[in-house]
């Protein structure tokens, strides 16, 4: 097999051709995603030659590994990034496939370029879980054993992480690019981006502004996704906003348990910054950065094509928390309320909606602010016109069984250090169907136990 670079068709400065060392030993596979395999005809990559490869060796298996810079809005900060210990070795089906953990680059920082194993651990699950929750992600393709150890509070295995994603131009590529490279830069990065995301528009005369308007609609669309599963991506930079539809790195990310606007897990957000409530706000800033730096490439005004993330944003949680809650007609106060009330009584997220959808008696009596709700919610859905049947056939395609809970993320990773991977395959079979009733009172999934505080794991 052989894979494109689509990335030397960067500007210049803002590549770094990687030179893959020989293996001192055999890499191994820790993980590796067949069913991308086999949809893919990547067969190869399955050999001795394609581990080392995907473990960022030297390998009889063609690629042009690039390093790409970029730049992004840290806590609101602008800084100069890019990738420190990642590269693209190339595209194929459409999908950049990318390296984390291969090794420094010039990008590091000073950092060692090594990626310890229960980061990867944590992205494979995450990437899977959202997935399957029809919230769109990148895909782990594998994750290799290089035998060397990252050394950061203690000393862990490393590894890499191999992942597909449509793209690997963020917003803080194009934020990079306006201030180090001016305007040809920044349409030489979009019209790539065009290329590997909306190749129709190439031949259009406003194929940027068109693209954009796309972007900004992905972009509110995606929020509303992870607000509607109680997602937290947990450290929303610009630089980890992808300009294609779909989730990217997964660092101090989780699933929230008991209902809290305010929940945010990153453990350096001691302001809240990314919390649960903040993401559309947080992303609707990333997306004023991105349309101020693509400048005179525009046409109308900023203010429109934010009107485009809101409105994207707005329709699409009215109808998934209309389809959450079993309404013919969306109703964001009414969602908003049982928020409220979720909070106001310390219940979990994922199963106060299994319980509105298989058993509401079960919630009462828990507050009199929720026993108000239940009775408006009540007579909502018996004067709609909806069967009972059809209310909670609705419900079950939108309303997880189970969630991936921060407990059995760790007791997962503690048990893969213990070189046993058994749980792990259990685990990945159940996420990837999370809508299945026999999962429903599988002990894995009670909420957890231990506060939830997480780091980026770089």
Known sequence: MKFTQPYLNYPQAMVQPIDFKLAEQHSVFLYVNMDLIKRCGWEALLSQEGCELLSGHQSSLECTPLALAYGGHQFGHFTRLGDGRACVIG????????????????????????????????????????????????????????????????????GVLARCMRTNIRIGSIEYASMFHQEEGVKQILMLAISQLMPSLLQEKNSIPRFVKECCVWWGK????????????????????????????????????????????????????????????????????????????LHGSIDDYLALFDESYETTLTYLTSRKLGLVQGDLPLWRSYLNCLEDSQLDFTDSFVALMNDRSSLYHTSDRLDAWLKEYENRIHTQAMSEEQRVTIMRQVNPLIVLRHDLVNTIIEQCLDQDFSLLDELMVMIQDPFNPKYKHHPWFKPSISKIVTTCGT
């Not at 996704?225 to 660092?251: K, R």
């Open 91 to 158: 595209r194929s089906h459409g999908l950049d496939v990318s390296l984390k953990g291969s090794g420094p680059t010039k990008y590091a920082r000073g950092g060692d370029g090594l990626a310890p194993l229960p980061s990867l651990i944590k992205e494979l699950l995450m990437s899977t879980a959202l997935n399957a929750l029809h919230v769109p992600s990148s895909r782990t393709l594998s994750i290799t054993y290089h035998h060397k150890t990252a050394f950061r509070e203690q000393a862990l295995p490393a």
């Open 222 to 297: 995606l929020t509303a996704q992870w607000e509607s599963v109680g997602f937290v991506h947990g450290v929303l930079n610009s630089d980890n906003v992808s300009l294609a539809y779909e989730t990217i790195d997964f660092g101090p990310c989780a699933f929230m348990e008991t209902m809290n606007h305010h929940q945010a897990y990153s453990s350096i957000d001691v302001l809240n910054r990314y919390a649960y409530a903040n993401q559309n706000k947080v992303m609707r800033f990333n997306v004023s950065l991105f349309l101020n730096s693509c400048g005179s490439l």
